[in-house]
């Protein structure tokens, strides 16, 4: 039969001693403890975008990089066949739909202009009848 003992977890340091007024022991740190402190962050200054980027791949665990590659490649070629997609679109609107808008602007501006010129034949029709 298994028998359960209680621990107690105490640390002699967490009394009620604040954590500034502790002593701590640090007589095992050496000068190249320090020194290899110093290049630790003098590596990260120095550090890229894409040196990050590439260290990014260590968090995803070997046997399932091929998948995620996989899922990266299948999306790059979704994006890439939806711009194409929408170049052919755009481009073909504006070969085809240019020139409809352009001859139709202009027939709204002839029949404007019509317009215009019987109000104002009208206008002297009803100051001058007759005068044509």
């Known amino acids: 039969m298994v028998q359960i003992t209680p621990v107690s977890v105490t640390d002699e340091r967490t009394t009620d001693v604040p954590y500034e007024d502790r002593d701590e022991d640090y007589s095992d740190v050496t000068e190249s403890d320090l020194s ?15 040196d990050r980027i590439i260290a990014l791949k260590d968090i995803i665990s070997p046997q399932y990089r091929p998948m995620f590659a996989d899922a990266f490649l299948k999306a ?19 070969f085809l739909a ?7 602007n202009s027939n709204m501006e002839s029949s404007a202009a019509q317009m215009g010129m019987r109000q104002m034949q009208d206008a002297n029709d009803i100051i001058a009848p007759g005068a044509n």
């Not at 240019?98 to 139709?104: D, E, I, S, T």
């Open 36 to 50: 290899d402190i110093e290049d630790d962050e003098n590596d990260i200054a120095n550090e890229t975008l894409a």
């Open 76 to 94: 790059q070629g979704v994006l890439g066949w939806s711009l194409n997609a929408a170049w052919i679109a755009t481009t073909s609107v504006m």
């Open 98 to 104: 240019a020139p409809f808008a352009l001859v139709a």
